[in-house]
């Protein structure tokens, strides 16, 4: 079946930075598009960013523009998301999602799998 698995979480410094990575298993990777969403406690889950099948495009939420990356690898089946300038607004729950559809859509629905997502704390 189908895994996405995210590590690399913690808690870290206001101003510190974080990377994360999603292994995915089970599926022709390439031929799905990747996103970050994350989501803090009381909040609905937020788009953080996407990259597109190949790895040539990336969309950013405009809260996370300029400090977070979004990479792939589809020779291992990974996909990373570079976090800097970490404030306490970041502290979420990140994961990621794989999507058969074109693009990198914002909204979760949108996504066929999800892994069960990483805790990210930043501390002030």
């Known amino acids: 079946q189908v895994q996405l698995v995210e590590s690399g979480g913690g808690l870290v410094q206001s101003g510190g930075s974080l990377r994360l990575s999603c292994a995915a298993s089970?599926?022709?990777?390439?031929?799905?598009?990747m996103g970050w969403f994350r989501q803090a406690p009381g909040k609905e889950r937020e788009f953080v960013g996407g990259?597109?099948?190949?790895?040539?495009?990336?969309y950013y939420a405009n809260s996370i523009k300029g400090r977070f990356t979004i990479s792939r690898d589809n020779t291992r089946n990974t996909v990373a998301l570079q976090m800097i300038s970490l404030n306490p607004e970041d502290t979420a729950v990140y994961s990621c999602?794989?999507?058969?559809?074109?693009?990198?859509?914002?909204?979760?629905?949108?996504?066929?799998?999800w892994g069960q997502g990483t805790q990210v704390t930043v501390s002030s």
């Open positions: 999602a794989a999507t058969a559809a074109w693009g990198t859509p914002v909204i979760p629905r949108a996504y066929d799998y």
């Open positions: 990259i597109t099948r190949t790895g040539d495009s990336t």
């Open positions: 089970g599926l022709t990777f390439s031929r799905y598009s």
